[in-house]
């Protein structure tokens, strides 16, 4: 079984190891992405429901008035068609015409007739069909017209026999100008070749003029019209800012940044899992290599020196380079324990830093004859702890036993670890002589550089201390990098090159004593 | 491991205490053996290559301490640890590593062993060790204790009662993780040095129990029989 755990412990290479921002960072963005949509649905169908839909062609309900107006035929122009006429006929008519600008408009209002059927539309818009020859309708323009330059189009189609288009457009301002389309000479006939002429702003060259239609049978019957039809006032259409089509384009374009986006981070977390695999393979045998080769070999020295040393006779002077060689390499290798904690990928974690700390404590206060006094909090995690904060909070807390040890005359040191949050709690509590924070902080740099190096890498350093009531230095320091959203593209790379570079170098002890 | 004054004397060397070695490197194996045969009353009588060669040739000297490499090639120190213990439970095992890891270190002494030793320990410091497992003292640092209570709490559940921690031996193990010595625990709790030795010798034998299920399976039908 303990083979088994060996084993086990072995292969446990922490499979993930990139900052955790990085995944929050996509869980967020496919949230979005998701939501988006939705909400613009949600808020769409909401307005809908809310405010009454702008008058369409769908939705326009019509009066079919009971009694024919008298003045039904007054006022309009001539039945114009183009030059010839024959059964099941397209004919396409086309009229510019401006409103005066600064002026407003107080009535514009149509009356039209196509014989047989007619589709018309205003400024490239389509407003309205009819196909009833027997009536005239009257359409209310007043709110869609606007000062400036409007075209009409009428799309006319002729069955059969008589053909023509009869219509009076009569548009009054408010300083009681009026401006009178009627059907007449001036409209044009469109060749069926022009595409999306009802949008054109201006005539073209092989455009003729309309005929005009005489005389026309239904201009002379007497029961005609037989209907007439009040159509309700169009009102303009306005259209919400998400309905319109940049914003479509502008949504989709966001949408599909997003998804590439979120495509390159997929493959970039991917790529960053192996790399990060590879890097840990790395270590773990620069680790066992520095182990194997090294270590053993200076084992084998240090043994061999010892013997070498019982050998020599009581009083040769040899004897004492002997145990100064051995004390060497002993150095020597504890110097390498050290490398070999920081290199090996198994020891990346918040239990080992824990471990290591107490201990560095209590054999650096051991000599010095302080009592160190643990308070750990049980069952430290094995979670990851990203080296940069783990190396700055090391040396931190080094630095603040180095003062402790050094200036408090202390004979207790109190090193207390706890979990806060997603962080770290390390506090340094002597009962030394003390000193006032306000008056020697110039003389105290080290305070400084614990201030300074938890800052570093997002972390808090708060000293506490009085004449005479030792000091307390307590530092917190979250366990994971913390990165600004906005920086983290161009970031990336560039901090964990530069994190793991340090990985490489040994915790310096001498960095803490200075 | 801190060497630490004993009330015991050396043995008349009329009577050496007997030493075996488990080492997989000729010159580390040959040195210790000599350092060891230096010390006036202590002696090298085995000396392994490797876990396979130990299980077979160790019993027939009987040792009273064996100095056991963790990295061995094949069956692990830790490992050949925890079959020899159960061939002669009277045997005193002390791990030697090169390296101070202490998951490794854990991991060992709950396989049976008593303690552990760098490699490069001074040979007076290996002295003191070795008297101290023979006097039936198991010295503990404050990390091991840490997590010794750690592991009794978390297994505390599933395993027999009378396997756990008792009251002072928890006690004890508490006052070590938190940085005191033996001695001002001793003080503290009114007791001699002595007598905490032999209590942290008790949570090594109880911890060696928890960490083998088949220990545990073992123990609980000879329980059933009795």
């Known amino acids: 079984m303990t083979v088994h755990l060996i084993i086990r412990r072995g292969l446990a290479l922490p499979f993930f190891c990139g900052p955790w921002w990085r995944d929050h960072f996509l869980r967020t963005v496919w949230q979005v992405v998701l939501a988006l949509p939705l909400a613009f649905f949600l808020t769409d169908s909401a307005r809908a429901a809310e405010t009454p839909a702008p008058e369409s062609r769908d939705l326009i309900s019509t009066y079919r008035l009971s009694k024919i107006p008298p003045d039904a035929k007054k006022g309009l122009g001539s039945w114009i068609w183009t030059d010839k006429t024959f059964d099941h006929q397209a004919c396409r008519l086309w009229k510019d015409f401006d409103i005066p600008k600064d002026a407003k408009v107080v009535e514009a209002r149509m009356r039209i007739t196509v014989d047989d059927g007619y589709q018309m539309y205003l400024d490239g818009r389509e407003l309205s069909q009819g196909a009833n020859w027997r009536s005239i309708t009257e359409y209310d323009l007043t709110l869609l017209l606007t000062p400036g330059r409007h075209v009409l189009a009428i799309s006319a189609f002729n069955d059969y026999f008589a053909a023509g288009m009869l219509m009076d457009f009569r548009v009054v301002l408010a300083d009681g100008r009026v401006v009178d389309i009627k059907s007449d000479e001036s409209w044009k006939v469109v060749p069926e070749d022009v595409r999306n002429w009802e949008k054109l702003k201006r005539s073209q060259s092989g455009w003729h003029s309309a005929t005009i239609i005489t005389p026309h049978p239904l201009w002379t019957a007497r029961d005609w019209p037989e209907d007439y039809v009040v159509v309700p006032r169009f009102q303009p259409l306005v259209v919400p800012f998400w309905q319109t089509g940049w914003f479509h384009l502008l949504l989709s374009a966001v949408f599909i940044l997003f998804f590439l986006a979120c495509i390159v981070l997929f493959f970039q977390v991917a790529f960053h899992k192996k790399e990060q695999r590879l890097l840990n393979q790395e270590r773990a045998r620069i680790a066992r290599d520095i182990h194997d080769d090294f270590g053993t070999r200076l084992t084998r020295l240090v043994l061999e020196s010892e013997v070498a040393q019982n050998e020599l006779p009581e009083q040769a002077r040899a004897r004492h380079q002997f145990s100064r060689i051995s004390d060497g390499l002993r150095e020597a290798l504890g110097a390498m324990d050290e490398v070999l904690w920081a290199v090996n990928p198994q020891r990346d974690t918040v239990r080992d830093f824990v471990t290591y700390i107490c201990e560095y404590a209590q054999e650096y206060l051991q000599p010095a004859g302080i009592q160190c006094l643990l308070e750990v909090e049980p069952d430290m995690p094995s979670l990851d702890f990203d080296l940069p904060l783990r190396r700055s909070l090391l040396l931190a807390v080094k630095e603040a036993i180095t003062n402790a040890a050094k200036h408090s005359d202390a004979t207790k040191l109190l090193l207390k670890i706890q979990r806060q949050d997603s962080g770290l709690n390390v506090i340094v509590e002597d009962d030394g002589k003390g000193f006032d924070p306000a008056k020697s902080s110039g003389k105290r740099n080290g305070i400084g550089n614990m201030i300074q190096r938890m800052n570093e890498v997002g972390g808090r350093c708060a000293v506490a201390s009085e004449p005479g009531k030792g000091c307390r230095v307590e530092f917190s320091i979250p366990l994971t990098r913390q990165h600004s959203r906005l920086g983290w593209l161009t970031r990336r790379w560039h901090t964990r090159l530069e994190g793991e570079d340090t990985s490489a170098g040994p915790p310096n002890p001498e960095n803490g004593e200075k | ?226």
Request: proline content about 4%; overall charge positive; glycine content about 4%.
């Open chain 2, 1 to 226: 491991m801190k060497p630490h004054k004993t009330g015991i004397t050396a043995k008349p060397a009329t009577q050496k205490v007997k030493i075996a070695i488990v080492e997989d490197q000729p010159e580390v194996r040959e040195n210790w053996s000599k350092l060891i045969n230096s010390f006036p009353d202590f002696e090298c009588v085995c000396a392994c290559i490797s876990g396979e060669e130990a299980l077979r040739e160790i019993p027939k000297y009987r040792p009273s301490v064996v100095l056991m490499d963790i990295f061995l090639p094949r069956m692990s120190g830790i490992e050949c640890t925890a079959q020899l213990k159960e061939l002669l439970p009277e045997t005193q095992i002390i791990i030697l590593t090169a390296m101070n890891d202490k998951e490794l270190i854990f991991l060992a002494l709950q396989a049976g062993a008593a303690g552990y030793l760098l490699k490069r320990t001074k040979p007076a410091d290996l002295r003191s060790a070795l008297l101290d497992v023979l006097s039936g003292g198991s010295p503990m640092s404050s990390e091991i204790a840490r997590r010794v209570v750690e592991s009794f709490h978390r297994k505390a559940k599933t395993i027999d009662k009378s396997l756990n921690l008792s009251a002072r031996e928890e006690e004890i193990l508490v006052l070590l993780s938190k940085g005191y010595s033996n001695k001002a625990i001793a003080d503290q709790l009114k007791l001699s040095v002595e007598t905490i030795y032999s209590y942290l010798k008790r949570v090594y034998e109880k911890m060696r129990v928890h960490s083998r299920t088949e220990a545990v399976i073992r123990y609980l039908s000879t329980h059933g029989k009795v």
